[in-house]
């Protein structure tokens, strides 16, 4: 989703793209946290994030425990505003296994 938003950006239609996933009830964004996130970057999850709190529905599934989210999102205000946004009115599973050998 963020490649594409950086593309939307260079060819002008950054509005557009923004504006549809605005419409959706539910946004999923799955793993989270896999490379950390860029400047143009974290300012789009911040815009999303901020546009979608308190209205509708956003599931994130990540490997990565929060309290490792401030460092994968970086500049730490803008971290705070989102962790503020997302986590404390959040229903968090936390799942739990054990690890098989050849995953280590």
């Known amino acids: 989703m963020f490649a594409r938003l950086k593309m939307a950006k260079s060819d002008r239609s950054y509005i557009k793209e923004i504006t549809k996933i605005e419409r959706q009830h539910l946004l999923v964004l799955d793993d989270f946290g896999i490379q950390r996130f860029d400047a143009q970057s974290r300012a789009t999850l911040m815009e999303i994030i901020e546009d979608r709190h308190g209205k509708v ?33 959040a229903h968090r599973i936390e799942l739990k296994g054990r690890r098989r050998a050849g995953n280590r």
């Open 57 to 89: 529905s956003l599931i994130i599934t990540s490997q990565l425990p929060i309290s490792k989210w401030h460092e994968v999102i970086g500049e730490k205000t803008i971290a705070d505003a989102i962790l503020d946004r997302i986590v404390h009115d």
